[in-house]
């Protein structure tokens, strides 16, 4: 696909505001939102619960809708698949593999953002979006407390940001969420991959001290609001570890088997997951992502991790009514590993109901991907409606636009 897009090293203003990191903390840069939340575009999806089913039909068919159909029929498997990974990024190459694989986005891990200056960072970013065809989708941990990927670095807070629960006791869930967002925009990124939705009121727990710890109502309305404050400004959220990590170990190092009951689940580990879904329903910004575990939660399915569950993902799109994108945890876990014989797991993933794939070895993965559709063993329609999640995704991000022809185009980002 040609190249559309126009980068830039804006907010280069906050270098300095960046550098003066002589007071408790470095205030945000003095700017409005990237996207107004008057004048984000509405979600395609928001009103259907209020039509009836004729003018639910009529309102899909949008010409933001036909644009994202339009586009998607314009793009090879290659572009596609593509899409669909959103990935590490790598230590080496990182441009040209935006290009050799077409990559729908990249994480930023602490090895990515340390020791490095704001306007470093920034200008990192924007040669990976010049190299995109369609723009990426540009992601962080940054969920405060144990898992900050950019506030550990003096250059950009002078202060890590605090955990779930620290600011529950001591802060403003507002104050929090909206620095973090603006920080994280006028740094060049789109999403983060937060809030924690899980519940846990025992400090024992593995997952505890990134939560609220909190019960399932107080983390609800913690993770409800960040949604909603995040997407006012253009940014993206993820829900996680759905369906609910519980008390379960790392899954980073091996499997984590689930075998509490399903009224468990229903009574304490999904409110905080339903109650954002809605709320991403109602917002005339970007939907919540929904991040799938690794555990194995037996009451839902025995065999495999949520992850690579058929089952799961049916739960999550019908009896809780999700239609935005579902994204695995990182496939390269020890946890998933065994799960496909000839190395092919993100095929698994995308037959189970994911749309965006989480790995750090696609460079094996996307050939598989390809392959498996070719073969007839991956139902290209399962890489369509995935690929046109993201894309319509990428519309809510504002990283996508309606042209006067009513086609998409890439959003010129602008030049300082």
């Given at each position: 696909?040609?190249?559309?897009?126009?980068?830039?090293?804006?907010?280069l203003?906050?270098?300095?505001?960046?550098?003066?990191?002589g007071?408790?903390m470095?205030?945000?840069p003095?700017v409005?939102?990237?996207?107004?939340p008057?004048?984000?575009?509405?979600?395609?999806?928001a009103?259907s619960?209020?039509?009836?089913e004729?003018?639910?039909?009529?309102?899909?068919?949008?010409?933001?809708?036909?644009?994202?159909?339009?586009?998607?029929?314009?793009?090879?498997?290659?572009?596609k698949?593509?899409?669909?990974?959103?990935?590490?990024?790598?230590?080496?190459?990182a441009?040209?593999?935006?290009k050799?694989y077409?990559?729908?986005?990249?994480?930023?891990?602490g090895?990515d953002?340390?020791?490095?200056?704001?306007?470093?960072?920034?200008?990192?970013?924007?040669s990976?979006?010049?190299?995109?065809?369609?723009?990426?989708?540009?992601?962080v941990?940054?969920?405060?407390?144990?898992?900050?990927?950019?506030?550990?670095n003096?250059?950009?807070?002078?202060?890590?940001?605090?955990?779930?629960?620290?600011?529950?006791?001591?802060?403003?869930?507002?104050?929090?969420?909206?620095?973090?967002a603006?920080?994280?925009?006028?740094?060049?990124?789109?999403?983060?991959?937060?809030p924690?939705?899980?519940?846990?009121?025992?400090?024992?727990?593995?997952m505890?001290?990134?939560?609220?710890?909190?019960?399932a109502?107080?983390t609800?309305?913690y993770?409800?609001?960040?949604?909603?404050?995040?997407?006012?400004?253009?940014?993206g959220?993820?829900?996680?570890?759905?369906?609910?990590?519980?008390?379960n170990?790392d899954?980073?190092t091996g499997?984590?088997?689930?075998?509490?009951?399903?009224?468990?689940?229903?009574?304490?580990?999904?409110?905080?997951?339903?109650?954002?879904?809605?709320?991403?329903?109602r917002?005339?910004?970007p939907?919540?992502a929904?991040?799938?575990?690794?555990?194995?939660?037996?009451c839902?399915?025995?065999?495999?991790?949520?992850?690579?569950?058929?089952?799961i993902?049916?739960?999550?799109?019908?009896?809780?009514d999700f239609?935005?994108?579902?994204?695995?945890?990182?496939l390269?876990?020890?946890a998933?590993?065994?799960?496909?014989?000839?190395?092919?797991?993100?095929?698994?993933?995308?037959?189970?109901?994911n749309?965006?794939?989480?790995?750090?070895?696609y460079?094996?993965?996307?050939p598989k991907v390809?392959?498996?559709?070719?073969?007839?063993?991956?139902?290209?329609a399962?890489?369509?409606?995935a690929?046109?999640?993201?894309?319509?995704?990428?519309?809510?991000?504002?990283?996508?636009?309606?042209?006067?022809q009513?086609?998409?185009?890439?959003?010129?980002?602008?030049?300082?």
């Open positions: 696909m040609k190249k559309w897009i126009c980068v830039t090293l804006c907010v203003m906050l270098v300095s505001v960046l550098s003066a990191c007071g408790e470095v205030p945000p003095p409005e939102p990237d996207v107004p008057a004048e984000v575009p509405e979600n395609p999806s009103r619960e209020e039509l009836g004729s003018e639910a039909q009529e309102e899909a068919e949008t010409p933001e809708e036909a644009a994202l159909q339009a586009l998607l029929e314009s793009m090879t498997l290659r572009e698949v593509g899409q669909l990974f959103f990935v590490r990024v790598p230590a080496q190459s441009v040209e593999d935006v050799n077409l990559l729908g986005g990249y994480i930023f891990f090895r953002t340390m020791d490095r200056t704001a306007s470093e960072l920034i200008g990192t970013i924007a990976y979006q010049a190299a995109a065809g369609i723009p990426l989708l540009i992601g941990d940054e969920e405060g407390g144990s898992v900050v990927r950019v506030s550990s003096h250059h950009f807070r002078s202060r890590k940001f605090a955990s779930p629960r620290v600011v529950l006791q001591n802060g403003s869930v507002e104050d929090d969420t909206r620095e973090k603006l920080l994280l925009k006028a740094l060049g990124f789109n999403i983060n991959l937060a924690v939705a899980d519940v846990s009121t025992n400090p024992k727990d593995f505890y001290d990134r939560t609220t710890g909190r019960g109502e107080e609800a309305a993770v409800t609001k960040v949604v909603e404050i995040s997407s006012s400004y253009g940014l959220s993820v829900l996680k570890h759905f369906p609910g990590y519980g008390d170990n899954t980073h499997i984590a088997v689930d075998n509490r009951l399903l009224e468990d689940f229903q009574e304490t580990d999904l409110i905080p997951f339903q109650r954002a879904i809605d709320e991403g329903k917002l005339s910004g939907e919540p929904v991040l799938v575990s690794h555990n194995i939660v037996s839902m399915d025995a065999e495999v991790p949520a992850s690579l569950s058929s089952e993902h049916r739960i999550l799109r019908e009896d809780m239609d935005g994108v579902i994204m695995t945890d990182d390269a876990m020890d998933v590993a065994e799960y496909a014989d000839d190395g092919a797991v993100a095929v698994m993933a995308i037959q189970a109901g749309d965006l794939v989480i790995t750090t070895d460079r094996t993965q996307i390809i392959e498996a559709v070719r073969e007839g063993t991956l139902d290209a399962a890489v369509d409606a690929c046109l999640r993201v894309l319509r995704w990428k519309l809510e991000l504002g990283l996508l636009k309606l042209s006067e009513e086609t998409l185009e890439p959003a010129v980002f602008p030049q300082s």
